[in-house]
């Protein structure tokens, strides 16, 4: 499921296509997703302009002139392709502008979802209301990781996967941040120690930025809008490296289960 990189990636290759243009035209070849989609949504967007593209820990925001915000939540194998050179079956929505540029929303899976609420209210929406700090906003870093780490018998992994504690981290970028800061991921929360803490708090923007840089990772279905891949998988430490060298200590990566997901370390760097 593409993580806050990927969407990050996604919503950036949407503004120059869709900032200050409105939309002449909606095209849904579905009636819904993952969830039905929104009563009146065609209607509601045409001829909408649009103001903003946004995201908030791994949806996808685009605000319009009239007061409303589309959320998007791309699923398993949402893309948004722009100015396709032809619609497929699984291109469910097609975005058309005023300027004459194409957007479709492609989710071969089906679990994506689009929602249409009011800008004022977004922030309240069942899928946003409980969400946490962004990781690359200013409430994020060791205070906030010592207030939800503390006495806790959760494991690390499981703590910083909790969108409540912060938005938008994924399986993928809390294994390579809990490699850099060289906490294991089943270690209790509670008895990390500070200084590790930090390293934490330092780490996880860090390979944040790395992945947006790299266009995220493109592992299976996630392409950013112009349909460029993502590389940061290139440059994974220890996601998906079972079996290889550590970068750091040249011991083997192993993987674990922790609630029926996948974590990758290196048991000499991070305890």
């Known amino acids: 499921m593409p993580e806050l990189p990927e969407v990050e990636t996604v919503m950036r290759g949407l503004a120059p296509v869709w900032l200050g243009q409105a939309f002449s035209r909606i095209t849904l070849n579905r009636a819904d997703l993952r969830r039905p989609f929104p009563d009146g949504l065609g209607q509601r967007l045409t001829g909408a302009t649009v103001i903003g593209c946004r995201r908030r820990a791994k949806y ?27 619609i497929g079956k699984h291109d469910h929505v097609v975005f058309e502008t005023g300027n004459g540029r194409t957007v479709a929303f492609n989710d071969a899976r089906r679990f994506g979802s689009l929602d249409l609420v009011e800008t004022a209210h977004a922030d309240a929406h069942p899928l946003l209301a409980s969400i946490g700090p962004e990781p690359l906003g200013p409430e994020f ?21 909790d969108q409540r504690v912060v938005a938008g981290l994924g399986n993928i970028y809390v294994c390579e941040a809990l490699f850099r800061a060289g906490i294991h991921p089943a270690r209790a929360g509670g ?19 790395e992945a947006i ?28 490296q079972e079996g290889e060298a550590c970068p750091v200590c040249g011991t083997t990566v192993e993987r674990i289960v922790q609630s029926g997901r996948s974590s990758f370390l290196c048991r000499k760097c991070q305890r």
């Open 60 to 86: 996808g925001l685009v605000d319009t002139d009239r007061g409303d915000t589309l959320i998007i939540h791309l699923g398993m194998s949402g893309r948004m392709r722009v100015d396709p050179e032809a």
């Open 141 to 161: 870093g060791v205070a906030l990781l010592q207030r939800a780490f503390a006495d806790r018998l959760a494991p690390a992994k499981a703590l910083l996967l």
């Open 191 to 209: 008895t990390v120690a500070t200084a590790r803490l930090k390293a934490l708090a330092e780490a996880v923007p860090v390979v944040l930025e």
């Open 213 to 240: 840089a790299a266009g995220g990772s493109s592992l299976r279905d996630h392409a950013a809008p112009d349909g460029t891949l993502g590389y940061f998988q290139k440059t994974f430490s220890v996601y998906g």
